[in-house]
């Protein structure tokens, strides 16, 4: 997930515009289209709420032929062939339908659905990049998950563009 310093992750009507950063971080690494492409090979599943999975729509589908698992209490239809609509037990989704087939299910979103699956300790990892902008304003990302989680940091980036990328492992307890 992408934020901003102060925890927001769309503006209140939903625009990412801001996500361009203007900011040049002379010791930061360089993100290249090959890191970026390496990535998201690595990614065999996709997770997202039924907004994030219309958005998507919307932004030109960036997820190809990957498996993507939309979960849903409406009544929503695709032509796609990857994607699959899912209502029900969330551990039951990961445990008997996603790890047995995906070894990396990356949970895209929205903030309910990241919520969820950290209410119910379902999420092995969080990575979030922060952008170099206070919004003041927006969409939170985390606002009352509801349960503590200790986390181990296993890895900070900093980028040339001014963001700053946090890899966590939650810990099992």
């Not at 995906?102 to 209410?119: A, S």
């Not at 989680?149 to 980036?157: E, G, S, T």
Request: proline content about 2%.
């Amino acid at each position: 997930m992408v934020s901003s310093l102060d925890g927001f992750i769309a503006k209140k009507d939903n625009s990412v515009s801001w996500l361009e950063a203007h900011d040049i971080y002379e010791k930061g690494v360089t993100l290249t289209e090959e890191d970026i492409t390496a990535f998201i090979k690595g990614i065999d599943c996709y997770v997202m709420g039924s907004i994030t999975y219309e958005h998507a729509l919307k932004l030109g589908w960036p997820y190809g032929d990957v498996p993507v698992m939309v979960l849903s209490n409406r009544h929503l239809v695709s032509d796609r062939k990857n994607v699959k609509f899912y209502s029900g037990d969330l551990a039951k989704l990961v445990n008997d339908i996603l790890k047995p087939q995906h070894q990396n299910t990356w949970l895209v979103g929205g903030t309910k659905v990241v919520k969820e699956f950290l209410r119910q300790k379902l999420a092995d990892e969080i990575i979030i990049s922060i952008m170099p902008i206070i919004l003041g304003d927006g969409i939170l990302f985390f606002d009352y998950v509801g349960v503590e989680q200790r986390l181990h940091l296993k890895d900070v980036k900093g980028y040339q563009d001014g963001m700053v990328e946090l890899c966590y492992e939650i810990k099992k307890e």
